[in-house]
């Protein structure tokens, strides 16, 4: 059964309860609706109410590019999720560099070199891994905003066996070490970390009887979820194994501003592109078009894009004029409850 997250009058997070209760609350007026940015429905209750909280755990299983969450108390599962921290960081810096080159170059032949102010500070990490991390830590913080959670169960992993096999001399550490440091400090902060290495995990999983399939990316629990269950089931022993929720989220790529695009049109004119706004439209607005609901994307001759209102996010039209597009509110997170 999938319990209802539930959070106090002044926002603390209390222990999830049954949705049959939580219906009673919202009908005898005790609780309000509520939705976190992340697509996840909690209730906060109106009425003073005790604190008192059982012990909590969260298991994460770090990736390259998807990562693995599940929340769980000693008796059962309350959560679980792939979080898609895949981007394309590196390749837009590229073009970005390339471009910005170019231009320079066009007005000057040639500029000195500016090698002594390019000294990067302690702690450095490149774009596409700082993202990540970033991205961990927030969609980590929207889980303690309606989960009690007093203890971290993490992965770690130290030495990518892959690498072995290839050219001699090269570093074996992989890029899911690259920043972790500041990922432990954050969870310290908020409450006791344990770090399991990834042959634990593993032992686990197997002795449990829990499978994991070989296809990283796909939207199940038995590809990246199943290790953080196994992780929960180490640090505090959860006896009921059942899944009882599986969600995958990401952010939504916006196409930051440019000075103009890349490819000039007739006439040699470099219109502008990009930005977060769109004829009066923040970008990933949820509007009501012809009694469907869609997401706003860019503009093109005074008309707007609108996006497919799901997990794939698919551009549907270019047409759509401004004045029929009603606006009802704002999405930061895509999320798609598959159990």
Known sequence: MHYIPVVHQDGSPLMPCKPSRARKLLKDGAATKKWTKTGIFYIQLTTP?????????????????????????????????????????????????????ARRWRNCRRRPKRFNNRTRKEGWLPPSIKAKIDIRITFIQSLLNVY???????????????????KEGRQYFTWVMTG???????????????????????????????VKTSKKGELVFTSQAVDALALCRLQIGTQNLTVTSFTAWRRPEIPRRQLHRFEPAKGRIRSPYGGSAALGFKKNTVVEYKDKLYRTGGTTK????LHSFNFENKRITQNARPEDCKPLFQQSWFAQKVS
């Open 148 to 166: 009690p959670v007093t203890e971290f169960a993490v992965e770690d992993t130290k030495i990518d066996g892959n690498k072995l096999k290839g």
């Open 49 to 101: 109410t005790s604190k008192h909280t059982q012990p909590m755990v969260m298991g994460i299983d770090p990736g390259a590019n998807y990562d693995g969450i599940c929340v769980t108390t000693k008796k059962q599962m309350q959560i679980s999720g792939m979080l898609i921290v895949k981007n394309n960081i590196k390749r837009k810096i590229e073009a970005r560099r390339n471009m910005r080159r």
């Open 180 to 210: 972790k440091t500041k990922l432990y400090n954050f969870l310290k902060s908020k409450g006791n970390l344990i770090l399991y290495r990834p042959e634990e995990t593993t032992n686990t999983r197997l002795d449990c009887g829990l």
């Open 302 to 305: 005074g008309r707007i894009s």
